[in-house]
């Protein structure tokens, strides 16, 4: 396999993790939430830079550099979306439960509309006792490794 075949390769897996999450979204009907979002979009730059690397005489290097960037990055927030579900961490306001006991009824009601409809902090779909923002993660670790050894790897194109 050479490393050009390897990259794309590569880009494929993030394109097969868009295509998971948006089957489950629009398939399994599991509404994402917007740390579900913001892990989508650095897969989307990379399938972006693989079409790229297709039509143009994009540096492998670049295409290298710049998937173990966003794979790493994608990794990162589905980990912290992990702890946010388990409670490990504090996840954004705006997509978690607040404490609103002090608010006010007209305040309260403004929240409430206002309020995004998935939080989160719930865990919509998990397997083996990891939900999908962990696995995710797995995903990504296993991309950044293949990445990693392949801008090491002593034979490039």
């Not at 540096?59 to 927030?77: C, E, N």
């Not at 397997?127 to 490794?145: E, I, N, P, Q, R």
Request: aromatic fraction near 10%.
């Amino acid at each position: 396999m050479t490393p050009r075949f390897f990259a794309h390769t590569l880009i494929g897996a993030s394109g097969l993790l868009l295509v998971a999450a948006l089957g489950f979204e629009h398939i399994g009907e599991l509404a994402p939430c917007a740390l579900c979002y913001t892990q989508r979009y650095p897969h989307y730059a990379i399938v972006l830079i693989g079409v790229l690397s297709l039509v143009t005489a994009l540096p492998q290097r670049a295409v290298q550099i710049s998937g173990l960037i966003l794979s790493g990055t994608a990794g990162l927030v589905a980990a912290y979306h992990s702890g946010v579900e388990s409670g490990r961490f504090e996840g954004p306001s705006t997509c978690t439960s607040n404490e609103t006991t002090s608010l006010s009824v007209d305040d309260l009601f403004a929240h409430v509309m206002s309020a995004p409809i998935v939080r989160c902090d719930d865990i919509a779909w998990s397997m083996f006792g990891l939900s999908m923002a962990a696995w995710h993660a797995v995903a990504c670790a296993v991309l950044v490794f293949g990445w990693a050894w392949l801008l090491i790897s002593p034979r490039q194109v």
